[in-house]
Structures are given as structure tokens and as C-alpha cells.
């Protein structure tokens, strides 16, 4: 166990140096100040938890999540929990970008704005929904990513999960938007899927985020006679806005709308005032108590906001896009009207929004009360704060224009395979930011940036610059079928795997491969290694070219020679059969940055100069998988019944596929780096008409080039007598398409059976 940690803390010292040091700045915060921070809308969450009156400004969703934790520890335990929450965020995002092949260094990167802000330290520290909110937006992109391109099943679960982020803040309303257009899209970026299957995940998604508001709306209605999920006030979030630019004597206002229009105060008064105090001036009874007696205060702030909207939509764009670049200054600032930007920073005394009496008298509620503030440790954090502890704006604006950068297609990430999977946190963000900034800027509505950029930034980086299209996760599928079958590839790493695999950082580091790999599976292969590895080229056409050899627990030299002559080597301690030494040698060649592998056997039968045949098909984006054929080629001093095996097996196989293959072992074959990884391999030695027939069975445009098929160099053959290896033969090929054949029936019941790496990856090729 402590082995197993020692390497994991080795592999993920950044992470772990970033997570610790967001511990000890979250425990510093949680000592600074207790039991929690209370903000303005703390008392209102306060006030409602165990009424959950939906009537309010602030919707319902967080006193869900406050309730149990105040009843069992107080505010104490809810501001620990939500820092615990925010350290958890960043390891999550650290995980889904590993998912996507993100390097260790770069996804800890993206995630130590979460861990190390102190706008999201202090955030956490309050008894505020914000925090929760941003689980949420991480727990959607979870749904919709990390397993794949998503079904009904888990779009619906992402529906679901928004709709609780609507009901918790009620910005998050629009993300329905780009969400549905990430699925719609996404879901379809094979082309053979058609229109059916994305409607029908789209239509999940949609169907069950509409339901889940649509309920709220409805409790609303019923409970508090008001049909809605909250807000600002009845005039609605622009209201605010159109006061501060409202020019209400060329309004043509009614009585009404004129007298909610600020007449009488110039306009340099009102932005002195902002947004803000517009948006919740007429809440309060003084106010309320000018106006004529039975007046609809609500109409008429909404007839005159749709006015100004009408008659003055510059003064109202030119606003809200400056308050969406505010978001992104270098430094934090603040304009005049904005949001008091002390609200977000320690104070070296408690921050008291209402009477201290009453801050004591929740505190003395769940608490042991009063509240206070260890002077030295707030000031530390204030330091800490108002001295480079948070990230820069710029630093996300250029996070967010690399991920658009990325989304046209610049540099390689037209075929990386990432571009469906960064539009999604690029939609959220976007629509999160522009809703936001259209009723007014603070700097609190700008911390899910901290999650959502991060991620598109990360992604983005990997997917223009990275030397690969990364493998991403096959799609989640519900199916027995598939069950079964996840269960059988999950033996992969087994503990061989890893000993090889761990052999192998031990070795080589970091080191990433060229975009071509020459694959060899090698066992007691000593005697003709050497030749096959000095004949492979360092170059081929455009593309350089690195050789991997697997050493599949060979009892001689043959890691030995295959050191000797230059190729990076992987030993696996133990001798499974050809099968699993490839699998091992596909998985890591995707994950050290290969585009395409090159696989040959070790013992010299195949013609290593016909090497650019395999390759010029794949790079052309004229197909997925390219094999040799002895048929077509030549087969020098075939044995007969071996050269009928190999008509009868080719026949079997066009039969069962439907496409005509005429040799279905040659081992000498090119293909693009996610398709073996993305096809069943269970076999351990007759790998090569399994790997064939699931080629062909998840629709991957196969390839036969004529080639020639030497005698071996030098050992003898593994495969055993004739009949014995027709039989297991015949055995794989039938095994292998009843398999797939059922895969995907029961993909096609379940309606998920997309996923991104194939066609993202041939997007770019084709």
C-alpha cells in the first residue's frame, strides 16, 4: 500500500503539492474567521432553511445541501465541507483531464486556480450557494464527457443535474443552451450515426432539464403565487441596467414607468449608484411607500426596461459586453458603480451586513457564537489576497482564446479529436459570463471562469500543440453486453501491465514517441531482432519514426538486442502471448503520443521497405486500418494447407463482415493509434483476426495492400501444428463477430453507441 502511494504521489507531485498547499490556505481560513462568513444572502439562506419558501430572490436548491450539514454541525461544519468541496474540484478536474491524455504538469496547472484563488477560498468560507453551483457545472461536464459521448440515459442525468444548478443559482438558466448544442453536435460527429440518435439524446437532456425547472416554477406558483425560479426583483435582471442608462423623458413612458425611471438623479449620479442599487432600491418599504397605492411596481419596471431595451439597445450592448471584459482585467479592479469589490476580500475585522446582534444571533443558533476573527491569521489571507493570490483575468482571457483558437482548427487541433469535447466548458462559460454581465458585474459571478476555463484552456493547449490525437473514452453503455465486456477489459492493466508499464517510466521518463510506432511483439526472438530493428527507417515521408518493442517474457536476449539496436523496450516479466504483448504496446503508444502504429513481427517475414503503403492510405485520410495481403502480393515457400487456411479464413470473414478481405493474418499492418484501442481485445495469442473482425465491425474503413510475406530469418514459428491453429482460429474469428455482432445490437437498443475518438480523430483525416 505504501508502494502503491509512494508511486502515485511520484507520477502527480505537482497535483499533490497544489492540493496540500490549498489544505493549509483553507485551514488558515477556516481558523481565521468562525464559524463561517455571512454575506448579504446568508441570512436569507439562513432564514429559509427547513421553510424552503420559493418565493424569494434567491432560489431554494442550496438550502438542500445547507439543511442536513447545519442540523448535524452547525455553520462551522457547512463552511468545511464547502472547502473540502473546493479541493475536491481541483482534483476533479485534474482527473478529467488526464481522461483526455492532458499532460500531469498541465492538467495540474488548470486546476490550481481552483486550489490556490483566494476569491474561491473566501467564497467557500460563506454560508453561500456559489461554491455548490460550481460542483455542479463539473458534475454536468462529467456526465457529458468522461465516459464518452453521451446516450439518453446520461443526458438526462446532465439535464437533471442543471436543473438542480438553476434551481441552486438562477443564472445558470441558459446553460441548457450550449449544453444541448454540445450533445447535438457532438453526438454526431460520425457520420453513419445520422440525425436519430443526437435528436434523441439532445431531446433527453432537454426534456428533463425543461421538467426539473418547470416543477420548481410550478412549487413557486403554488407555494408563494409567483411562477418563476427567483431573481433580482418582479422588474426583472435588466432592470437594473436600463435605469442606470435610461433616458426616461424620450421614453414615451406611462405615469407608472416614468415615475420607477430614475428622472431626477443625472446620469453621472446614477453610475456613481450602479447597477446594484437599482436592482434592489424598490424592495425596500421606503422606497415602496412613494408610490401611489396599489401601484404594479413590477409592470411598470418592465414596461420601462422594454423601452430602453427597444429605443436604446446600443447604451444596454455597450454595457453588458463591457462588464463581460471587466471579467478579464489583469489585475482586480473595480469601476465606478460596480459591486464594492471589498465584499470578496478578508477583513481583518468579522464583515457585518447586518446588525452585529443579529450576525450573533445565527451564530449562537447553530453555533456556539458570537462570531470573531483571529486578527493574524486574517491578516495573513488579506496579504495573501490583495498581493498576486488569485488568477489574473488576462490568464483566463487567454485561456479562453486558445480554446476558440483550438474550436476553428488551428494548428493540430483540427485532428486531435479534442475540439467536441472543449466546446463544451467554452458554451457553459460563455453563457454563464454573458448572463451574468447582462444584469451587472461582480466579481463573485466570475469565479465558475476558475472551473470552466481552466478546462477549456488545458484541452485546447493539448489539442494545438500536443504530437497526438489522444484516445478518448469509449461511450458509456447500459447493456448486459457491455457490462460483460467492460469487465473483461478491465484486466487491462493487469498486474504484468503494470510491472512492464512501470518499467518502462523507470527507463524512458517522459520520452514521447514520434507520430509513426513500429510495434513489435517479441518473444525468444534474439537471433533475428537485431536485423528487423536496423532495417526500420527513422523517417518515412513526412513523419518521423520511433520503433517499440514489447518483450513478452522472453527467456533470452531479446530485450537485450532490441536495447542494443536502438528501439525503446517494454518487458513484460511474463510470457501471455502475442495478443496481450500488442495490446500493452497499443495502449502505451497512444499514451506517449504515437498518431499512427506500424506493427511487424520480429521475425523478418514481412518486407519493412513497403512500409510507406501502410502509411500513405492513413495519413491521406484514405482509411483507418491498412493490412497487408499475401494474396494480392506474394507468399514465398507457403506450406499448403496454411495457404488453404488462409483462403478459407478470408472467405469466413468477408462472409461474416460483408466486405471482402482475402488475407486476414498478415501481420504486417498500419492503422491510426485509437482504433485498436478502441476495439475488444481479449485474446492472447490469435489477436490478429480478432482485431481485424472488430475493425470491421465498428465501421473503421478497411484496407488490403498487395505485399510480400518472406520466410523467417531466423527461430521457429509459436503458433503450433496446422490443425490445431485452424481450429482456435476458426474459434477467434466466430467468437470475435458474435461478440461485436451482439455489442452492437444491444448499442443500437440502448441508443448510445458514438463515441469521440473515432470520429473526432477522422474528422481531420477524412
Given at each position: ?27 488558515v ?8 462568513l ?27 445541501f ?5 442540523w ?28 483526455f491524455?492532458v ?5 495540474a ?15 467557500e ?5 456559489d ?34 444548478g438553476v ?41 428533463v432539464f425543461v421538467?426539473?425547472?418547470?416543477a ?8 408563494a403565487?409567483?411562477?418563476g425560479i ?18 426616461c ?7 407608472e414607468?416614468?415615475?420607477v425611471?430614475p428622472?431626477d ?5 446614477r453610475?456613481?449608484?450602479?447597477i446594484d ?19 404594479d ?5 418592465r ?12 447604451d ?10 471587466k471579467?478579464?482585467a ?25 446588525s452585529d446582534?443579529?450576525t ?5 443558533i ?5 462570531v ?19 488568477t ?50 461582480s ?23 500536443g ?14 453486453q ?10 487491462f ?14 527507463r ?16 525468444n ?7 528487423v ?10 513523419l518521423?519514426?520511433?520503433t ?36 500493452l ?13 506500424i ?32 494474396v ?6 507457403p506450406a ?6 488462409t ?18 493474418s ?14 475488444t ?18 465501421g ?7 505485399m ?18 485452424g ?14 455482432r ?25
Amino acid at each position: 500500500m505504501t508502494t502503491a502511494l509512494a508511486r502515485v504521489v511520484r507520477r502527480h507531485w505537482l497535483l499533490v503539492l497544489l492540493v496540500l498547499a490549498g489544505a493549509v490556505l483553507r485551514a488558515v481560513v477556516h481558523l481565521a474567521y468562525r464559524p463561517a462568513l455571512l454575506y448579504i444572502d446568508s441570512f436569507r439562506y439562513l432564514n429559509d432553511v427547513g421553510v424552503f419558501y420559493p418565493g424569494g430572490i434567491n432560489p431554494v436548491g442550496y438550502e438542500f445541501f445547507l439543511a442536513p450539514l447545519l442540523w448535524i454541525g452547525g455553520m462551522s461544519l457547512v463552511a468545511a465541507v464547502q472547502h473540502l468541496l473546493g479541493l475536491a474540484l481541483g482534483v476533479g478536474i485534474y482527473i478529467l483531464l488526464r481522461r483526455f491524455a492532458v499532460r500531469r504538469w498541465l492538467a495540474a496547472l488548470a486546476a490550481a486556480p481552483v486550489l490556490l484563488d483566494a476569491y474561491q477560498l473566501q467564497i467557500e468560507a460563506n454560508i453561500m450557494s456559489d461554491l455548490l453551483f460550481q460542483v455542479v457545472l463539473l458534475a454536468a461536464i462529467y456526465l457529458l464527457c468522461f465516459w464518452g459521448t453521451p446516450g439518453p440515459r446520461l443526458a438526462a442525468g446532465a439535464g437533471a443535474v442543471l436543473a438542480f444548478g438553476v434551481i441552486t443559482r438562477s443564472v445558470g438558466v441558459t446553460l441548457v443552451v450550449p449544453v444541448a448544442v454540445f450533445v447535438l453536435l457532438a453526438a454526431g460527429l460520425r457520420p453513419r450515426e445520422g440525425w436519430k440518435s443526437r435528436l434523441i439524446a439532445t431531446g433527453a437532456l432537454v426534456g428533463v432539464f425543461v421538467a426539473g425547472v418547470l416543477a420548481y416554477a410550478t412549487f413557486s406558483a403554488v407555494a408563494a403565487g409567483r411562477f418563476g425560479i427567483g431573481g433580482s426583483t418582479g422588474g426583472g435582471v435588466l432592470y437594473g441596467r436600463a435605469a442606470v442608462v435610461a433616458d426616461c423623458d424620450r421614453l414615451g413612458l406611462t405615469r407608472e414607468e416614468y415615475l420607477v425611471c430614475p428622472h431626477d438623479q443625472s446620469p453621472a449620479k446614477r453610475q456613481e449608484l450602479g447597477i446594484d442599487h437599482y436592482l434592489h432600491y424598490w424592495d425596500v418599504p421606503w422606497t415602496r411607500d412613494t408610490l401611489p397605492e396599489g401601484m404594479d411596481i413590477s409592470a411598470a419596471q418592465r414596461g420601462m426596461t422594454n423601452k430602453v431595451i427597444a429605443q436604446q439597445p446600443l447604451d444596454i450592448a455597450s454595457g453588458i459586453v463591457r462588464d463581460f471584459l471587466k471579467g478579464f482585467a489583469p489585475t482586480r479592479t473595480q469601476s465606478v458603480g460596480d459591486v464594492p469589490l471589498d465584499r470578496w476580500h478578508f477583513q481583518l475585522a468579522y464583515p457585518l451586513y447586518e446588525s452585529d446582534w443579529y450576525t450573533d444571533e445565527w451564530a449562537e443558533i447553530y453555533d456556539d457564537g458570537p462570531v470573531r476573527v483571529r486578527t493574524e491569521l486574517a491578516s495573513f489571507l488579506r496579504d495573501y489576497q490583495l498581493h498576486g493570490g488569485y488568477t489574473p483575468g488576462i490568464v483566463l482571457g487567454f485561456g479562453l482564446l486558445l480554446a476558440a483558437t483550438a474550436l476553428i482548427g488551428v494548428g493540430r487541433a483540427v485532428r486531435s479529436g479534442l475540439r467536441a469535447v472543449i466546446l463544451l466548458p467554452v458554451g457553459m462559460i460563455m453563457a454563464l459570463l454573458s448572463t451574468a454581465a447582462a444584469m451587472e458585474f461582480s466579481w463573485r459571478y466570475q469565479l465558475p471562469g476558475l472551473v470552466l476555463i481552466p478546462i477549456a484552456g488545458a484541452l485546447a493547449a493539448t489539442a494545438i500543440f500536443g504530437r497526438r490525437a489522444p484516445v478518448l473514452p469509449r461511450p458509456l453503455d447500459t447493456t448486459a453486453q457491455f457490462q460483460k465486456e467492460n469487465r473483461m477489459l478491465t484486466t487491462f492493466p493487469d498486474e504484468v501491465d503494470r510491472a512492464a508499464l512501470e518499467d518502462y517510466d523507470n527507463r524512458y521518463g517522459d520520452h514521447r514517441f514520434a507520430p509513426v510506432v513500429v510495434l513489435i511483439a517479441a518473444y525468444n526472438e534474439e537471433e533475428s531482432i537485431g536485423g528487423v530493428l536496423d532495417s526500420i527507417p527513422a523517417r518515412s515521408g513526412d513523419l518521423d519514426v520511433d520503433t517499440l518493442v514489447v518483450v513478452d517474457g522472453a527467456k533470452d536476449d531479446s530485450a537485450g538486442q532490441a536495447l542494443k539496436h536502438g528501439a525503446q523496450t517494454c518487458v513484460a516479466p511474463v510470457n501471455r502471448g502475442q495478443g496481450a504483448a500488442l495490446r500493452l504496446g497499443y495502449r502505451l503508444a497512444a499514451q506517449r503520443g504515437a498518431r499512427y502504429v506500424i506493427t511487424t513481427d520480429a521475425d523478418g517475414q514481412y518486407d519493412i521497405d513497403e512500409l510507406p503503403m501502410l502509411l500513405e492510405p492513413l495519413v491521406e485520410g484514405r482509411a483507418d486500418f491498412v493490412t497487408g495481403s499475401r494474396v494480392l502480393g506474394s507468399n514465398e515457400r507457403p506450406a499448403l494447407i496454411r495457404r488453404i487456411g488462409t483462403y478459407v479464413f478470408a472467405w469466413l470473414v468477408s462472409a461474416l463482415t460483408r466486405q471482402r478481405i482475402t488475407d486476414t493474418s498478415f501481420g504486417f499492418r498500419g492503422m491510426r493509434v485509437d482504433v485498436p484501442n478502441a476495439v475488444t481485445l481479449q485474446q492472447p495469442q490469435y489477436q490478429s483476426s480478432e482485431l481485424l473482425v472488430g475493425a470491421l465491425s465498428h465501421g473503421y474503413r478497411v484496407l488490403e495492400q498487395p505485399m510480400r510475406m518472406l520466410p523467417r530469418a531466423a527461430g521457429e514459428s509459436k503458433k503450433g501444428g496446422s490443425f490445431a491453429y485452424g481450429y482456435r482460429y476458426a474459434k477467434v474469428v466466430l467468437g470475435t463477430w458474435w461478440r461485436e455482432r451482439r455489442a452492437k445490437r444491444d448499442a443500437v437498443i440502448v441508443g448510445s453507441t458514438t463515441e469521440f475518438s473515432e470520429p473526432a480523430a477522422a474528422a481531420g483525416e477524412r
